[in-house]
């Protein structure tokens, strides 16, 4: 009997939810059943998804593919962008879910219940049809991530989670209400609102005032941690267990850029006008001012946090150029690099807590000479820095590469400072390898060595990591994975974005008004 890829969609983002519910409901279940019972929740979207992906029909003429009335109401479907983003969340959250299965934490089943919880809510996010089932999931996620870490994570995690829930729910609410007001202009029903009739209603309908599109792009930025609204994420980031950081830093913070490319880029003129030269001076400032910051760091975690932030840089620079050119290089470069940084960022919280549980700390003044006594760990940690800074052979490469290519109309300054962050990211990244595992030991840490000596990874983290970091090989070797499904749907946004930069032209038509009798579209 053969399973269509619509129920297996399905399966793939509802299976973690279930999983986790009956650990939450059942928290008294052995450990050994409820580790192999949550191991299945995590490692069966990480089968469907990528199986999905390869399945995508390209070239083709639906927009979206797999389509079916999930529960609630929500329909589920998979377009050319949300296809690889479910594939990489589903890579995260099986390595997130090995490295929950291996943690020593209080109310293990009730910990292991919130992570599929936030685990499923991220794959709906990039799964669902419909606006209100996007931010539904969104904000599904966003719960157990604020309660995991408050209860389990590390030091300052209480006013972490307080930060990141006003943050990132601001931000939701101030996006959801830009776009109901872009929705009300445009004459779309509510129950007409799938994404895709929203992409299209927003390309057709009225030229909307820039306040609107202003109100929709920072409230998503700041869920994507766009400069100056990133305050919340590093702090989060270092406060919160690994597995969340993995799973909101790696893809669950790319909701905010799906939404602005979906939602944004394709109709909204956010790179005309004076916002425009707002949102290219923020993508700037993420990229630079932020590197530089990272250049400060003294704290391991604290540096994967920063540089998580830095690396939106690029990518709302790709979605920023297509804009103003209606060319899809740099949207196309934009949404591969999405892909490319969870699977690397999420590989360096992993690998990164890996140095930590070792040598007790995340201070790299306590650090040094690790490689001598794990050498495997500083192999992997290397290769996922290596991924991050863009080396040809990973993922990440073809996406930062994408991106600077496209920024030819800049001008050279600009293009300078922008290119200046290249060395600006090898040199903090770099420096935080030479300072772990290079050079001579700290006696702080000979010390823990003679009192608890450690060893390198075991078993479990290196399947983690080795997952990670081998499906970054993979696309880096052979993009086209990625980009048969993306190129379709970024030319047809940057197609979108021409026209609205025709519309800034016209005056705004005159909507009619609607008599009482007269039934809505």
Known sequence: MQISPSVLLLIAVYTPILTGLILLTLRKLPQSFASGFALGGFAIPGVIAPWLLAKWLSPNTEIQQFISEGPWGFGMGLNGLGAPLLAMTAFVGLAAG???????????????????????????????????????????????????TLFWGGEGRRSAAMQMALYLTAGAMASLAGLLIALDASGLSFNEATLVRVVEALAEGPHLPQATAALILFGLGTLASLFPFHSWAAPGYSAAPTPVSMLH?????????????????????????????????????????????????????????????????????????????????????????????????????????????????????????????????????????????????????????????SLGGLPLWLQAIVASTVVISAVYSLRAVAATFFGPATEALEERYRVAPFGDLGLAEIGAASFLLGASLVIGFCPAIITRSTNPVMTDIAAYSQRAEIKLSKPAPQRAPQSPATPAR
């Open 98 to 148: 090995i490295k929950a299965l291996t943690q020593e934490v209080e109310a293990r089943n009730t910990y292991l219940g919130l992570i599929l919880f936030m685990f499923g809510g991220t794959l709906g996010v990039f799964a669902t049809t419909h606006l209100i089932g996007f931010y539904f999931f969104h904000e599904f996620a966003l719960v157990p991530t604020f309660i995991l």
């Open 249 to 405: 830093a790696g893809a669950l913070k790319k909701f905010g850029l799906y939404g602005i490319i979906l939602l944004g880029a394709s109709s909204l003129h956010l790179s005309q006008g004076t916002l425009g030269n707002w949102f290219l001076g923020l993508a700037v400032a993420n990229v630079f001012v932020v590197g530089l910051i990272c250049l400060v760091q003294r704290d391991l975690k604290q540096l994967l946090s920063w540089s998580s932030v830095a690396h939106m840089g690029p990518i709302f620079l790709g979605i920023w150029v297509a804009g103003t050119n209606g060319k899809a290089a740099g949207l196309d470069a934009a949404a591969f690099l999405m892909v490319a940084h969870g699977l690397s960022c999420a590989a360096l919280f992993l690998l990164g807590n890996a140095v930590r549980t070792r040598a007790g700390t995340y201070r790299l003044d306590s650090l040094g000479g690790m490689a001598s006594r794990s050498p495997i760990l500083a192999a992997l940690f290397i290769a996922a820095t290596m991924a991050s800074i863009g080396l040809p052979g990973f993922g990440n490469f073809w996406g930062e590469i994408g991106v600077f290519l």
